[in-house]
């Protein structure tokens, strides 16, 4: 494929799709040279979406899909049912080596159901974890896991950490990034039973640089590169970061818009305010990666405008680039040794 | 003891101990006619703090203690070996009617295990639980658990939601306040084990007002008046909403001061700013009750200054005057039902 990153994107997927998934591909396509988009739904609506836009062919093509998994569909039976759904016919697109990644905004449930059914774990890998980044004040963390399965064993923890910490090494281009387990105290007995008993084997696992317990206050602090959780507490984290963001971003525009005073001060202050407003929006960071998947599957938010389906396709370049899930396979052969 | 409430402070607990402690309980005799503080801790420096000060002396008295647990101190052996630690002796106070209540600012693991061994649980409860309110954008809930005891059970929360509904309706004044379980989703058979067993329990429970699961995206804009969770869980939601507040408002201050231009500007919209500082500021609220005790604990925030730990003894006025433990324990002996 050289150089070249070809992403399926599931065009009906996502609360503003197909309009938005269809400017983000076009945006996507003139921002990055080497992406190449298979736009995968329903042709007419697509088409005529597409119609808006001047795309060279050669970039952009679809792949027509009757059906659409919605957020109220149960997921496994979606996935086993609903056979000719854009989802489905993007993953097998990935499965069958015609797109090196798919990208979805749809139903976090079918995305995690569809991965492990339709595109299949690495061998060795007991569980996918699905891995954001989140915002902190010095820079970006990894949260994994965020939602792929609950209720995950001390196993599955160390290799999500081990995961993780390819992923981020060669993503964020840190050597070595640190490791921590979400707990809620620094000591080595706190915690509950999951965490006690992981501890000790992150601890021992070489191939990582753990750093110990990090409390959840030290989290948007960057308390580690990688916060290792099980996925309850991982996307309660996620999901409480982006309420607690929209409303207090929410409560200070009031703020600034109470009074003919403040009003004045907000025009001084808003540049610097602005910046604050663009880290911490936990929900523009483009998209998250299923890691220990035989694939590239990106869960988008739900609730994505072409920005950020743009942004998560752009990401599929540095997965691809850096040979992540080759390097996956491989720490799994070496017993748990990336390198 | 009529219209009075006797509060025994452990005056050695927490970061500022026992300068602001001391401080704090003055304050608290000066604002609030019916309290009265025992100072429990080393005499003489007790004594010093004091002495800075001019208070009625049947307001507040000393009563001596030569330990004093750190926070280091693992919490079963230091309550049972530091039996004159202040924080022991204050509980035993309680115990023996002494007092009505014990704050602390102390190790909240030495708080519960003492809580639990000295003042003794409530026949029926089957396990306290650390119930601070956090703040959101339509008033406060009840976050319960927030840290007793971990791994949970169903009939756990159970317990929990009924009793958060009583100590709400009591103390806010609402009369059947919601109670939401703290989800990944909310659909019904959304969550990991432990939230799937409890969703039913909860739904059938006749005393409380269930609305079904909250997503942590919606608990900073008030999702339930009550939220239910597995201390874990809490612990995690409470120390990151600390966290995440404490980086926002540090980055907008950052924000407020990096030029001249917003300078001027924040003068303008610091009023309307201050606002929402105090209302997101997790660790003001006084303190957390521990509720299912025979008397009534408090847990405030180890970093408490005087002004928290005035709040935080006030906050036993309410809880004394609205016979709180009286009607949990009815509501054990009648079943379930409080009223």
Known sequence: MGGKVVVALDAMGGDY???????????????????????????????????????????????????????????TSAIRE??????????????????????????TGAILVGGQLIVGRIKG????ALAPFIPGKKGFSLLIDCG?????????????????????ENVMGKKSPTVGIVNIGTEEEKGNQLVKETYPLLK???????????EAREIPQGGADILVCEAFVGNVILKFFEGVAKTFLGCI???????????????????ALKGLLKTFDVSSQGGAPLLGLKGLVVKAHGNSKSAEIKTAIGQCI????????????QMIRDGGSPE
Chains 1, 2 share one sequence.
């Open 17 to 75: 799709a197909p309009a938005e998934t269809v400017k983000g591909a076009v945006e996507a396509v003139q921002e990055y040279s080497e992406i190449e988009v298979i736009l995968v739904g329903k042709e007419e609506e697509i088409k005529k979406e597409l119609g808006k836009y001047s795309v060279p062919s050669e970039k952009i093509r679809v792949v027509n899909a009757t059906e659409v998994i919605n957020m109220g569909d149960v997921p």
């Open 82 to 107: 609903k056979k000719d759904s854009s989802l489905v016919v993007a993953m097998k697109l990935v499965k069958e080596g015609e797109a090196d990644a798919v990208v979805s905004a749809g139903s």
């Open 125 to 128: 890998i007991k569980r996918p």
């Open 148 to 168: 792929a399965n609950v209720d995950a064993r001390p196993e599955h923890l160390v290799q999500f950490a081990q995961m993780g910490s390819v992923y981020f």
């Open 204 to 214: 021992s696992c070489k191939d990582i640089n753990f750093i110990g317990s990090v």
């Open 253 to 271: 525009r009031e703020g600034l818009m109470s009074s003919l005073r403040t009003k004045l001060g907000a025009v001084m202050v808003k540049p």
């Open 318 to 329: 540095a997965f691809q680039k850096n040979s992540i899930n080759e390097k996956l396979t």
